[in-house]
Every structure is written in structure tokens, then in C-alpha cells.
């Protein structure tokens, strides 16, 4: 068959265009980026695709050919780039629209666990209007709606529950109590495969889960274990506690940052997200493992403890960064400015040059500082900070070079800033 993915570059939807690939179907992956996705995953036909703004009419030309349809699209909350009515809603409804008027009957729609329950939630609410969307169509429709997908790559809750088990000693969480039926990624890709048999069921919807029920501090102490790191003791935060850092997790998503701690997820949190994959299990025969089976099937290895340790260990890190520099330039152009104008003295500028080279450097220092706060082009920015580190070491060298045995070492500090900065350019990445 020829199997149109959407959201190919996603956490579930690359897995799905390989396992696809894998089974013999010839994949066409759809993506917001789809250059950026074809150098992470070789193979399929990567064409753009945005739920924001495509239309019917959009989606008609790329259906053509096409056999069946899997879409995975899915944002957690709104953010700059992201928009959960037009992704969940509107994006899936024109792409259903779109596949009833080409004749394409067969559409597999990638939904979540927990939706009927948590109501409340705007990501909830949103992805049972998309499932209403599709059942309203003239098509031979399956929603799927999977529990919590474990795989040796990590995205969104499951990145943020392995970065805190990186944590030593103690493990903070909300709750602890909520049930989880993980399925392994390569149990749930099956799944869906098989799916796209004509045969197999339609007109339904299934809770896609694994046979075994851990609760959330179960499912933390077991990653721990897998990843080496012993056991722990679970820290309960309390929700009131808890609920500024998700309220930041919001403003950082409406400045492009991506991160899981949102004030949906938090909601997401009342509910257990089991699901019951009895109906699934009848009609297809499936037999996914438990979490603690896929564990040993699949041995942590080093990038995996490397993740989970970095997991809040490099965003602090970007933090202090920026505001290290970001504060460099604020304290020159205030309380330091005296102090500032008293080393370009040193330095042997003269009275006239020294306000517009103050004025520059310390605005090239906030700059940054901001531009990285923001997660603003990380790599570049690090980089930038790099050379112009470099710069001022040859500057004071020249105008300053006894500043290189100062006791309170002003030349010799920088250098470690310069090899943080290293470190997280070479680890800034995004899905």
C-alpha cells in the first residue's frame, strides 16, 4: 500500500514511517519540515504539510495515489507555532474532508488515552472534537488512542519523567499515584501496521495499552532501576507547589520553547491514562509486553543515562548562561559604569571612544544573554558567544595583559564559560 503519515516527524510518526517501510508499504511522510525530517530518517517521500493553514483543496493533489492515511498530528497545549484547535480540529477535519472527496476510505487517527475522562483539559476537549471530525465522515475509520509509549528515544512526559530520574537521591513528582499501561513504541507501531489490513476492524476505537498496570512512581522507579541509578525516594510536590512551574512551562511555550511541564499537562495529571485494550486485544490478537518486560528486552546504554541526567541539568545550564551574560551588560551600564569607564581608561581608550564601546559591548552582552534566555537560535547564539569571548581575551591581552595574573582571575574565568557554551551548542537539538 502507499501510506500517507502526518506528523512523520514526530515522536510516534517517525517510528511509524520506518516500522511501515519495514512491512513493504511505500510511505509518504508529511511534515511541517520535511528537509529537516529527511536528514533524520532516509527512505520515505517527504512532502510539507502544516495544520494551521492547509486547506481541502491543499490535500487533494497529495492524496492522489494514496491508499490509506495514518495522521499523528498532535501539539500538547498553544505556543508560538503551535495551535491546538487548528492541529487537533480544524488541520485534522480538512485532511478528513479531503480523504472522503478522494476516495481514500481508510484513515487511522492517532488519538490519546484519557480524553473522555479529563474533559476540562483544552488538549482533551480538542482531540475529541478532532475523533468526532473523523466519525462523522463516510470512511472506513479506526481512532487510536494509545497509553504512555516507552522507546529508547524519549519525547514530551516521558523526556521529562527520565529527566527526573536523573536526579539523585530524590525524585519530585505530582501525584505518584496515577496508572499508566505503558506499550512499548515497536509493540504499538506493530499495532497500527496491522491495522491497515482490509480486513481489520473499522468504524471503532481502541485503547491501544500494555497488559501491566504501574502507577506513576512505579513507572519512575523502574527507569531508575534501568538506567543504573538505584532506587529513590518519591518527593510528593503538591499541585499549588507545582503549579508555577507549569504556569512558566506556558510563557516559555508562547516564546517557542518546548517543554512538557504546561499547565495541560498538569490537568492531565487528575486522570489516570491506562486505558482498556480488551477490544483491542479481541479483535486483533495482539500481545504487547509490559513495561518491565521491555525494560529488560532493551538494555539502557550510555546516551541514555547521559539524557536523563541532562535532562535539567542543560536547561539550567542554558539559564545561567544567558543570564550571565545578559547581567554583564545590564551591571555595565548601571551600578559597574563608573568601574567600567575606570578599565577602558586603563585600557588606554580615549574619553571620547569610551561611551559608544561601552554602549556596544555591554548591549552586545544582553543581547545574547537575552537570545539564549529565549532559546532564540541556541547553537548560533553559543557560537557567537564563543568568538566574542575570544575577542575580549585578545583585547585585554593587548590593552590589559596583567589581568591574566589577577588574583580574582577576570581572564582566566572566562575560558570555562566558553567550554559551557561549547556544551551546549553541541547538545542543542529539536524534534
Known sequence: MRVLITGASGFIGSHLAASARAAGHEVCAAARNPAAAARRLAGPDWIGCDFRHDTVEDWLPRLVGVDAVINCVGVLQDGL?????????????????????????????????????????????????????????????????????????????????????????????????????????????????????????????????????????????????????????????????????????????????????????????????????????????AQPRGFHDWLAANPAGLQDRWHARLGLARPLARWMLGLYWLMTGVLALTIAKDHAYSVLTAGGFSEAAQPPVLWFGSLFDIALGTAMLAKWRVRWVATIMILGTFGYIAALSLTLPHLWADALGPVLKVFPMMALALMIAATEDER
Open 81 to 285: 507555532g503551535d495551535d491546538s484547535r487548528k492541529a487537533h480540529v480544524d488541520g485534522a477535519a480538512a485532511l478528513f474532508e479531503a480523504c472522503e472527496r478522494a476516495g481514500v476510505r481508510r484513515v487511522l487517527h492517532i488519538s490519546a488515552v484519557g480524553v473522555s475522562q479529563a474533559a476540562d483539559s483544552d488538549y482533551a476537549r480538542d482531540k475529541l472534537a478532532g475523533e468526532a471530525a473523523l466519525k462523522a465522515r463516510d470512511l472506513d475509520w479506526l481512532i487510536l488512542r494509545p497509553s504512555l509509549v516507552i522507546a529508547r528515544n524519549v519525547y514530551g512526559g516521558t523526556a521529562l519523567m527520565r529527566s527526573l530520574c536523573g536526579i539523585p537521591v530524590v525524585t519530585p513528582l505530582v501525584g505518584g499515584g496515577q496508572v499508566f499501561r505503558p506499550i512499548g513504541m515497536d509493540d504499538l507501531c506493530a499495532a497500527i501496521i496491522d491495522l491497515l489490513r482490509p480486513d481489520a476492524p473499522s468504524r471503532q476505537s481502541f485503547d491501544l495499552a500494555g497488559p501491566e498496570r504501574v502507577s506513576l512512581a512505579e513507572t519512575v522507579r523502574g527507569y531508575r532501576r534501568w538506567l543504573g541509578f538505584g532506587e529513590t525516594r518519591i518527593l510528593t510536590i503538591p499541585r499549588w507547589l507545582a503549579r508555577p512551574a507549569f504556569w512558566m512551562g506556558d510563557v516559555m511555550g508562547w516564546l517557542g520553547v518546548r517543554t512538557s511541564m504546561r499547565t495541560n499537562a498538569l490537568k492531565q495529571l487528575d486522570f489516570d491514562v491506562e486505558g482498556d485494550p480488551a477490544d483491542w486485544l479481541a479483535a486483533t490478537g
